[in-house]
């Protein structure tokens, strides 16, 4: 089952096929194979990206591993 990785809420909604909602804080999840996109939805409907945030780690990692390879 899948947690959102804001609030760890298990209230997920399917919205799209790839596509998710969590109602505990309102942020949407796409789910692409292994990796995870985070966003807010705006008060217009746009979304805004949230993985520098929540993946800033992750991608922290990556860079450090790709720059001494």
Not at 10 to 30: P, R, V
Not at 39 to 46: A, K, L, N, P, S
Request: charged residues 25%.
């Amino acid at each position: 089952m899948m947690r959102c990785p804001n609030c760890n809420s298990k209230d997920i909604g399917k919205i799209g096929s790839h596509q998710f909602y969590c109602w505990g804080c309102f942020i949407e999840l796409t789910v692409n194979g292994e990796k995870m996109s985070v966003y807010q939805v705006e008060e217009d409907g746009t979304l805004s990206s949230l993985d520098d945030l929540f993946f800033e780690d992750e991608i922290a990692h990556t860079e450090t591993h790709n720059h001494f390879t």
